[in-house]
């Protein structure tokens, strides 16, 4: 069993929105175990904000390229250190030109994409770049992760509030003189949608297990509650749509006309446009930022100093 110390505590009431000793008692009934508690606390109706993604850990952007002419985009999140250095021009500049060599060289993961020679300077590889960004701005940098889209139909890319959030979107079927505008407002709804993203275009992708597990929560939510078994089933089916209207894109209420859905505002639009796949990549999720201790870093200084 994890110790339950405050700093878990903490970073549960951070994800659920829960009281701090309701955090505590759900870590000790799950033994510390972060993802469990949550759940216990979405049973008991107490986590306000559980879907919340893992608040952002760490420092960086979300960049992307997208060449028009080949229908052919990326998306990359670079981590650094800090966000001063992140919004530097020379982290911005490495972070695009690592968007345009994943769209130009298709790499198949982040190890080739560091092995391999940059295309505007084949004496250095992607690799050497990062490492001399490193040396030359102070902080450590890496690049976590990206996704590359190659379509015969229509790609577009959004970067939301400066790099925090990015999203690459593709699309087929109906391609008119709307699609272009269609598309863009389809990546910035993407990446604005709030208290919760979309996680699939349409709920046939859901997967099976997450659906189960987000039954079962429903009805530990409705019995909790005091609702008689005869009904539970009704209610949780009720619930259920709700759940896909959060997670699924084409059900999402349409964030510039909360009148439509986003199907219906593709239909209204451009009927006969399909939306292929997404990715939308909040940066830092998932990662620990180091957090410093003023305190300490002074104590530290004033030793070496023999103060």
Excluded at 100 to 124: M, N, R, T
Excluded at 151 to 174: F, P, Q, R, T
Excluded at 199 to 222: D, F, G, N, T, W
Excluded at 256 to 271: S, Y
């Amino acid at each position: 069993m994890a110790e339950i110390t405050a700093k878990l505590v903490n970073e549960l009431r951070g994800r659920t929105g829960a009281g701090m000793m309701d955090c505590k008692k759900a870590l000790v009934a799950c033994e510390g175990d972060m993802d469990k508690a949550i759940d216990f606390l979405r049973e008991k109706g107490l986590a306000s904000a559980a879907k919340k993604q893992s608040r952002i850990a760490a420092e960086g952007a979300v960049g992307s390229f997208v060449c028009k002419k080949c229908m052919t985009g990326a998306l990359v999140e670079v981590n650094c250190e800090t966000d001063f250095v992140a919004k530097t021009p020379k982290f911005q500049d490495l972070v695009s030109a690592i968007a345009k060599q994943i769209v130009k060289c298709d790499p198949a993961d982040v190890d080739a994409l560091l092995a391999q020679k940059y295309f505007e300077d084949e004496s250095k590889t992607i690799g050497d770049m990062v490492t001399a960004a490193t040396a030359e701005i102070g902080e450590k940098i890496s690049v976590r992760r990206f996704a590359r889209y190659a379509s015969n139909g229509i790609v577009d890319s959004y970067i939301h509030m400066g790099g925090k959030v990015g999203v690459l979107v593709e699309a087929d079927g109906a391609i008119t003189d709307a699609t272009p505008e269609v598309i863009h407002n389809i990546a910035l709804q993407i990446a604005a949608a709030s208290p919760v993203a979309p996680e699939y275009v349409r709920r046939s992708e859901v997967r099976a297990e997450h659906l189960e597990h987000e039954k079962e929560i429903l009805i530990a939510q409705a019995r909790e509650e005091g609702k008689p078994e005869n009904i539970i089933e009704k209610m949780v089916m009720g619930r259920i749509n709700k759940f896909y209207q959060e997670v699924c894109l084409l059900e999402q209420l349409y964030v510039k006309d909360g009148d439509l859905t986003v199907q219906k505002m593709i239909d209204k639009e451009n009927k006969g446009l399909n939306i292929v796949r997404f990715t939308r990549y909040r940066m830092g999720d998932g990662l620990e930022k180091k957090v410093n201790d003023l305190a300490a870093e002074v104590a530290e200084q004033k030793a070496k100093m023999g103060l």
